[in-house]
């Protein structure tokens, strides 16, 4: 069973650049989480998608951080513009069903971002 | 709101002795939880988790965790480290429609 794809693994940028990272959660996974990762912290949840719907984003950064999920599968995750406070890796995960209780969240490796 | 408190951010032991990363959650719902693993430049690997039953839980590489309910904790143990051990460890819980994480522990483990 393939896992969860994410690219790129790694993005330099300058502030007030934009940025977008893609996401393609494991086949037939319902739910897809983004969470950003900043040095030194534990991930920290910024949207939760089911299926095309989001379930949470209360703490997206909407001024500047968007999502979509638009067939329900793949993922984008964008920044516009970028500060350097958004210096960190970026999660994603997906899970079957709708909480990791029930089933397990499966991460991809991440996507490294480095605002300069 | 719950949050999840993970004391130490560095731990460190020699190979062979016994690893104990300490979790502690805060909610008003007994939460589902969980001790994630990631090694550098990787993501995070699910080493075990506790969502209802029996509180002693059993994960992957030799690992495992008790819930206690009274201590709102969620410890993590493994009998004898290894090198291939050292990574950092994520606790987290799953509640009111959100997995949250701790700030993760750094085991350090040496020969």
């Known amino acids: 069973e393939a896992g969860v794809a994410q690219s790129p693994r790694y993005k330099i940028i300058e502030k007030r650049q934009s940025v977008a990272f893609w996401c393609n959660p494991i086949s037939g996974h319902a739910t897809l989480y983004w969470y950003q990762q900043i040095l030194g912290q534990g991930p920290k949840l910024l949207i939760q998608?089911?299926?095309?719907?989001?379930?949470?984003d209360s703490q997206l950064p909407k001024d500047r951080f968007s999502a979509e999920r638009l067939k329900g599968v793949d993922s984008t995750l964008k920044i516009q513009p970028a500060k350097l406070e958004d210096s960190a890796v970026y999660l994603c995960a997906s899970s079957s069903l709708s909480g990791p209780g029930e089933t397990e969240a499966f991460f991809g490796q991440g996507t490294r971002l480095t605002v300069v | 709101a719950q949050s999840v408190t993970q004391l130490g951010s560095h731990v460190s032991v020699s190979e062979g002795a016994l690893v104990l990363l300490r979790c502690n959650y805060s909610s008003s719902v007994p939460p589902y939880l969980f001790w994630y693993v990631q090694y550098p430049n990787q993501g995070l690997q699910l080493l075990l988790k506790y969502t209802t039953g029996a509180t002693l839980v059993k994960g992957i590489n030799g690992f495992e965790a008790e819930f206690k309910k009274s201590e709102t904790s969620f410890h993590l143990t493994k009998p004898s480290a290894h090198m291939s051990d050292a990574a950092e460890y994520f606790c987290a819980a799953w509640g009111y429609s959100t997995l949250t994480f701790g700030k993760g522990t750094m085991l350090l483990v040496s020969p």
């Open positions: 998608f089911q299926n095309n719907g989001v379930v949470d």
